[in-house]
């Protein structure tokens, strides 16, 4: 007669080997997005990818794959699952949120307790352009210097949607925190980390600005002036 400990015993391991083979599994499928670009079972992923975070992690690191990868993972799908919601709302009621470690670093901008570093478009380093598009497409503009900003941001202003740019563990993590506020967010990972002159993609940016700002435009009332046309 088998025992209630056995029994105990044998669900643990089968919990163990389940939680595996969905950690593995998962693995897989992020994989395929981020080398061959194909996404399958999208929700399954990022659901194992918010649950078992760390877990996910550490079963990467086992098959040698980079923990940076792992964030990827979570921003593509993120970007994936928001990206036509995104596209819905109009510029105004946007927000682009980028990391102060992009700047020059003979960057002259202040820094202001309430919004951020404000830019005085020196044009020593990208943030100039990006501020100067942002505004011509109606997009409110934040440099902020770390993620406490971000989420006094978001609360001040209750955006429908976001633009976040970040190296790729706090890009992942400030995304997954934001998309539990009903705000559709979006991300751009940095292409090199670091604390200052960072690197990234500016026609990424760009692209990922303009999304759906012909078709919100088109959407608009007649009569009605629109900042987002391009």
């Known amino acids: ?83 036509d919601k995104f596209a819905r709302v109009p ?23 309430r919004h951020g570093i404000s830019c005085r478009d020196c044009g020593l380093c990208i943030i100039k352009d990006l501020k100067e598009e942002a505004e011509r497409l109606g997009y409110k503009f934040y440099i902020v210097p770390g993620g406490s900003f971000v989420k006094r941001i978001i609360k001040a202003k209750k955006p429908k949607a976001a633009l976040g740019v970040a190296c790729h563990r706090d890009l992942n993590m400030g995304m997954h925190e934001i ?25 990424e940016i760009l692209r990922t600005m303009r999304l759906g700002i012909e078709e919100v435009a088109e959407r608009a009332p007649k009569g009605c002036s629109s900042s987002a046309k391009v």
């Open 91 to 113: 510029p105004s009621e946007r927000i682009i949120v980028v990391p102060q470690c992009i700047r020059h670093i003979r960057c002259p901008a202040p820094l202001d307790a």
């Open 179 to 203: 998309s539990r506020k009903s705000c559709a967010v979006m991300g751009v990972p940095l292409m090199k980390d670091g604390c200052v002159e960072t690197e990234v993609n500016l026609d």
């Open 1 to 83: 007669m088998v025992s209630f400990y056995e029994i105990v015993g044998r669900l643990a391991v089968y919990s163990l080997v389940a939680l595996f083979a969905l950690l593995l599994v998962s693995l897989v499928l992020g994989l395929l997005l981020v080398k061959k670009k194909k996404l399958i079972l999208p929700r399954l992923l990022l659901f194992t990818m918010d649950a078992l975070y760390l877990q996910f992690k550490k079963v990467a690191r086992a098959f040698g794959v980079s923990e940076k990868l792992v964030d990827a993972i979570g921003i593509e799908v993120r970007n994936h699952l928001n990206r």
